[in-house]
């Protein structure tokens, strides 16, 4: 059940079968769901966008509460567009623009694909156009290649400083949690910042997480313009050496409808690295193709 949080906020919950997805809905506007985490996306954005929409955050099985019930050999890509449409039930969006970060772009861009009627716009951020083994293979190429001296040192001393401790064992939520947090110098234009606090009050779940992975091991990053007439946005951080931007190169030749902007100081996470060009981007983008699509 809802509960109010404000004016114009609720905070609810779903529950599917071994999990419990919590979703929170503030502002007011254009409805816009952004996917992935309750708790760890709100705080990416800027006060300035969360005031500018009617915005839904919405648990996916890897980030949300599991039970003894849950079972990764349930889960399919399938189970999570599911999720997603239960989600928007729920919080009763009828057409809707989608936002999704990194595999959670690719998980949209499914959703989008499954229910073109209900996505009005589709916003990918960091998001890789190919499958596992590509991003793992040009995100190191770009690496060697393009991250400086004092960035690789920033990830040799993270790297050593995780080694010595014993916080966490291998394989746990916690471990994770640090790993990403020790690899802060491939994922941010600011190599020692600390995203320990975005991680607090995440709940993770290895084996969802593990199963969400696999989707995408043979993933092919493509859609029919015909069926899916949804514009699409993707916003690449320029210092995601993760999910490199050089990913995008020959993808962009073969996509009608999309509008690409790379941020320079940016690296996996624009919206919260330069919040103001990104806000004047979505904006911007917004209007134009509202504008189009009306004309």
């Known amino acids: 059940m809802d509960s109010d949080l404000g004016m114009n906020s609720l905070f609810g919950n779903i529950s599917v079968e071994g999990a419990n997805l919590a979703y929170l809905v503030e502002g ?41 019930s849950f079972s990764s050999d349930k889960i399919t890509l399938r189970t999570y567009l599911n999720d997603i449409e239960r989600v928007r039930e729920a919080i009763e969006f009828d057409r809707f623009v989608l936002i999704g970060h990194s595999h959670h772009g ?9 229910f073109p009627e209900r996505v009005s716009h589709l916003v990918l951020i960091g998001t890789p156009p190919c499958n596992v083994q590509q991003t793992i293979a040009e995100g190191e190429r770009y690496w060697d290649q393009q991250a400086s001296k004092s960035r690789k040192a920033a990830l040799e001393r993270n790297s050593t400083l995780l080694a010595s401790s014993s916080h966490a064992s291998i394989g746990t939520a916690d471990a994770f949690v640090r790993q ?19 991680w607090q009050g995440v709940p993770v779940s290895m084996e969802a997480l593990g199963a969400f992975r696999e989707f995408f091991v043979d993933y092919e990053f493509s859609w029919d313009p015909t069926r899916l007439e949804a514009p699409v946005l993707a916003v690449i951080g320029m210092h995601d050496y993760v999910v490199p931007h050089t990913l995008w190169n020959d993808t962009l030749r073969n996509l009608q409808g999309m509008t690409y902007c790379l941020l320079e100081k940016s690296g996996h996470t624009p919206q919260l690295e330069e919040p103001e060009r990104f806000d004047q981007i979505f904006k911007d983008w917004l209007e134009q193709e509202n504008g189009v699509n009306s004309g």
């Open 28 to 68: 007011s506007g254009t409805p816009v769901m952004v996917i992935g985490s309750s708790a760890y996306y709100p705080k990416t954005f800027s006060s300035n966008f969360k005031g500018s929409y009617r915005l839904a955050y919405a648990d996916m099985r890897h980030f949300s509460v599991t039970n003894e």
């Open 106 to 114: 690719n998980l949209a861009l499914e959703y989008a694909k499954q």
């Open 180 to 198: 990403y947090a020790a690899d802060g110098p491939k994922y941010w234009y600011n190599p020692i910042f600390d995203a320990l606090p975005l």
